[in-house]
């Protein structure tokens, strides 16, 4: 049933995740369920989750039933014969409910481990998503580096025209390709740093480093962001975690009480009697059977007492831990929605930088039609048009990492 649950969780998690991005985003999708599959972080948790639940059925159970057997080796007499040999069992019981109380106090700690893997898929969730789009940036930032590389090079054709007619120097010709030099290394660069990013987004998925992740080619701020409901924090996972922790201490206190109460004992003695010989009479070498009843009794219980004090201390301890981490999640989640807000202000800055930067060029592209134009100048265009594309894709997956972060702490 908790397998169950887990599955649900996971799919309204996933849909959530999605919500503001269009169909493209399919594949991402799939690699999230993948994970969340194969992670061993998630398997250990779930692994975690089935000891603990096991452990309901090892304390189901009642002390060691005691046997003994003893032989006189001096044979007491009795009226009725000499006493060969002794046998007695015994059988301990808890106070009525106890074993009920063991079974609920760690069936509240199996709950607890519960909440362990809703939180570790959430975090897969994350980070698989982060590292994604980490790869989309990096694609992103390679495809703009190569247009303006095939840019610049339709930029030194133009110059060597120049320098032919004697419009242009052969300085001109040399900042261009130094300026193509240096967007080639970091073209190289990014390529190193993608097949990087690759290996810890296929590690995620435990599977090899070397598989070949497809990213969408285009990703866009959607005009409108989704509704986000700062309530759901309240019943965040890290957060019912403490509940279900406070709870356990409680049943841990019930427990405490019940085995304050004494233990009763039942079993009986039963011993062999040899017939005297040569004498008859009744009972003779009759044997003997008696049962018995023995109770346990803790006088001296100030270890249950000090239990008591344990359990009330770790309550406001756990009150106290819960209290920071809500602290901690509504800042996060204040600072997400935030910075994810700056990242539409900011694309919308670089996309309209990036228009009149384009209009400059154009207008430099037409002043060489008249015969004259400053490759200066256009070296000086094309480091910002390339400036503001990077900002643009830098915006962009800002906006979905904060999105990210956002519907782990809501959804």
Known sequence: ???????????????????????????????????????????????????????????????????GAGYFVSEPETRTGAQRFKISIKQMLPWFGTITSRENYISSMADAKYEDIVIAKRKIITSVSKSYYNLYENKAKQKVLEQNIKLLKTYEKLAL????????????????????????????????????????????????????????????????????????LAVHPELLKYDKIYQSVEKSELLNQKENNPMIGFGFDYVNVAERPNMSFTDNGKDILMPMVSISIPIFNNSYKSKTKQNQLQQQEILAQKQERKNRLETILDQAINNRISSRISYRTQTKNLKQAKNAEEILIKSYETGTIDFNDVLDIQELQLKFEMNQIKSIKNYYLQTTIINYLIQ
């Open 161 to 232: 025209t120049s320098v032919e007619v004697g419009k242009a120097s052969a300085v001109d010709v040399l900042r261009l390709q130094m300026r193509q030099n240096e967007m080639a290394e970091l073209l190289a660069v990014l390529n190193q740093q993608f097949l990087a990013e690759q290996t810890t987004f296929n590690k995620l998925l435990n599977r090899d480093k070397a598989i070949s992740v497809n990213v969408i080619n285009k990703l866009n701020i959607p005009s409108e962001n989704f509704e986000i409901n700062v309530e759901n």
């Open 1 to 67: 049933m908790k397998n169950l649950d887990i599955k649900f969780q996971v799919i309204f998690t996933l849909c959530s995740l999605f919500f503001v991005l269009n169909f493209q985003s399919q594949d991402l999708q799939s690699y999230i369920e993948q994970a969340t599959e194969n992670n061993p972080t998630i398997q250990k948790f779930e692994l975690q989750y089935n000891i603990a639940s096991e452990k309901v059925n090892e304390v189901n159970t009642i002390p060691n039933t005691e046997f």
